[in-house]
């Protein structure tokens, strides 16, 4: 990714919405400046919520929470509904992004 960036490439990170993965995009975010990628509140919220409805079963979140440095909402939302979801669960939001 360095030589990306150094090539003038502009990123865009989703990620795992548990708290190893905000750790991870608070530090692609902040070294690559990259723009966060349907990983605000709101997503996560939203994608929570469909995968209950869906029945998908459910990965507790768990570990010591992180700040989310893009959206002050974000830990605060995950903390209270306590679940993780990975990146799969953006899957079809992502691809249509870039249909």
Known sequence: MDALASAGCVFA???D?????????NRVIQRYAA????MRAADYEYLATR???NGTPSIA???PSSE???DTELAP????LGI???EGAALDLLLEDLG
């Open 35 to 38: 723009e966060p990628w349907r």
């Open 17 to 25: 919405f548990d708290w190893p993965g905000i750790a991870l995009a």
């Open 77 to 80: 939302a995950m903390d209270a």
């Open 68 to 70: 989310a440095a893009w």
């Open 84 to 86: 993780a979801l990975h």
């Open 13 to 15: 990170h989703h990620g």
């Open 51 to 53: 995968a209950q409805v």
């Open 61 to 63: 979140l768990t570990g």
